[in-house]
C-alpha cells in the first residue's frame, strides 16, 4: 500500500475511534453515579473501587480520544484504548458465562444493545486500534524509505 | 516495549489530573471513595431500582417470598418491627460486627438458590443510612439481584396501619 492510503488509513481510524470515545465519555461524565452502578452490576471490582474507576476512566478516554484527533501520542493513545476494549470485552464475557444479565455502561444509560453486539461491537474498536498502531508504523516506514540512487546522484550533481 | 509502555505513563497521568480537576468542580462530582457509612451504589439510581413499598413488602411477606431485615438499632426493633423481620443493625455491622448478620446469613440459600424470594431490609426512612450498610453487606456476598430496600422505612410501615411485632430479637 503506498504511503499516502497508509496516511489516510490511519487518519481515518484514528478519527472515527475518536470520535467514538470521546462521545462515550462525555455520556459517563455526565452521569457519574449512573456509572458507578454500571461497573457495580459487573460484580468484578471491589466496592471501593467503584467510584475511582467511574471518575478516572472516561477522562481517559477523553483524553486518549483528543490525542487521536490531533494526531499526537497516537500509537499510545492507541495502545491504552486497546487495553481498556480487552478489559471490556473480557468483562462482558464474564457476565455471559455468569449469567449476568446487564447493561453495557459503554454509552451511559443510551447503551441497552444485547451483550453479543457489545461483544461484537468492542472487538470491532480492538481492530481498529490495532489498525491505526500498524497503519501509524507503516506511514513511518514509508516515508524513512532511502530514494533511488539515481535520484541522490542527481540531486549532489 | 519498555520505552513505549513508558511512554503512556504521559496520558494517563494527564488523565488523572484532568479528572481529579473536572470531578471537584462538576455539579455531579462525586467523592472518590464512598463515604464512610454511606455507598453511592445504594444511593440515587441504585437505591431507586431497588425500592420497594411498605404495602408491596406486606404482600411479599403474606406469600411467603420475603425475608425481612430491620436494620435499626436494637432499642427501636424492641419497641417494634415488622412481624418475622430479623434484626441486623447496619451501624453495628459496619462497625465491624460481623457476627451480628449470623442468624440471617443462616436463614439464607446460596444467592443463586435464593430467587423469587426477596431479601428486604429497612431502617428509619429516606435520611438513614442503616439499611444501606446492610444492604451494602449482602451485595457484597452476592446477593444484588435479590435485595431491595424498603426506602420509607419503619414510618410507611405503621402510617399503612400494617401488623407490628414487638420484643427482642
Known amino acids: 500500500m503506498s504511503q499516502c492510503r497508509w496516511v489516510w488509513t490511519w487518519r481515518v481510524l484514528r478519527w472515527a475511534l475518536a470520535v467514538v470515545f470521546v462521545a462515550a465519555a462525555v455520556l459517563k461524565i455526565m452521569a457519574p453515579p449512573q456509572f458507578v452502578v454500571d461497573i457495580f452490576n459487573y460484580q468484578l471490582l471491589p466496592l471501593w473501587s467503584l467510584h475511582a474507576m467511574a471518575i478516572y476512566l472516561p477522562w481517559l478516554e477523553v483524553i486518549c480520544g483528543v490525542a487521536l484527533l490531533i494526531g499526537r501520542w497516537t500509537e499510545e493513545a492507541s495502545a491504552i484504548l486497546g487495553a481498556m476494549l480487552i478489559v471490556y470485552i473480557v468483562a462482558i464475557a464474564s457476565t455471559m458465562v455468569r449469567g449476568i444479565s446487564l447493561d453495557c455502561g459503554c454509552f451511559g444509560k443510551y447503551d441497552t444493545g444485547s451483550a453479543t453486539v457489545v461483544l461484537i461491537r468492542d472487538v470491532v474498536f480492538l481492530m481498529m486500534a490495532v489498525g491505526i498502531v500498524v497503519a501509524n508504523r507503516r506511514r513511518r516506514v514509508t516515508t524513512d524509505v532511502e530514494p533511488p540512487a539515481a535520484e541522490i546522484e542527481l540531486a549532489v550533481g | ?169
Open chain 2, 1 to 169: 516495549m519498555v520505552r513505549f509502555i513508558g511512554r503512556m505513563v504521559a496520558p494517563c497521568a494527564v488523565a488523572g489530573a484532568v479528572a481529579s480537576g473536572a470531578n471537584a468542580v462538576s455539579p455531579v462530582g462525586i467523592s472518590w471513595f464512598p463515604r464512610q457509612g454511606k455507598s453511592i451504589v445504594t444511593d440515587k439510581a441504585l437505591l431507586q431500582a431497588a425500592s420497594i413499598g411498605a404495602i408491596e413488602v406486606d404482600a411479599l411477606v403474606n406469600a411467603g417470598l420475603a425475608i425481612v431485615v430491620d436494620a435499626r438499632t436494637t432499642d427501636l426493633y424492641v419497641e417494634g418491627h415488622v412481624p418475622g423481620a430479623i434484626h441486623v443493625p447496619g451501624q453495628e455491622l459496619f462497625e465491624g460486627a460481623v457476627e451480628l448478620a449470623e442468624p440471617l446469613l443462616i436463614m439464607l440459600p446460596d444467592p443463586e438458590a435464593l430467587p423469587p424470594t426477596q431479601v428486604v431490609v429497612y431502617c428509619e426512612g429516606a435520611t438513614c443510612s442503616d439499611s444501606l450498610l446492610v444492604f451494602d453487606y449482602l451485595s457484597e456476598l452476592g446477593y444484588r439481584r435479590s435485595l431491595r430496600v424498603m426506602l420509607d422505612g419503619w414510618p410507611a410501615w405503621e402510617a399503612a396501619g400494617l401488623p407490628v411485632e414487638e420484643g427482642q430479637p
